[in-house]
C-alpha cells in the first residue's frame, strides 16, 4: 500500500473505532453485552497501530 492508501484505511478505522466506541457506552448504559463490542474495538486499535508503523517506517 501507498501512503494514501494507509492513511484513508486509519481514517476508516478511526471512524468505525469511534462508532464502535459509541455503541459500547449506549450498552453499558443499558447493561447489555459488551464482549463483542470490547474485542472489536481492541482488533481496530491494533490494526490501526499497525498501519502507523507502516507508515513511519515508509518515511524512514
Do not use: C, F, P
Not at 484513508?8 to 459509541?22: C, Q, T
Not at 490501526?48 to 513511519?56: E, G, V
Amino acid at each position: 500500500m501507498n501512503r494514501q492508501e494507509i492513511e484513508a484505511e486509519i481514517e476508516d478505522l478511526k471512524a468505525d473505532y469511534a462508532r464502535l466506541s459509541a455503541d459500547l457506552e449506549k450498552l453499558v448504559y443499558v447493561k447489555g453485552r459488551t464482549e463483542h463490542n470490547e474485542e472489536e474495538l481492541e482488533r481496530l486499535a491494533t490494526q490501526i497501530a499497525s498501519l502507523r508503523q507502516q507508515l513511519q517506517q515508509q518515511k524512514s
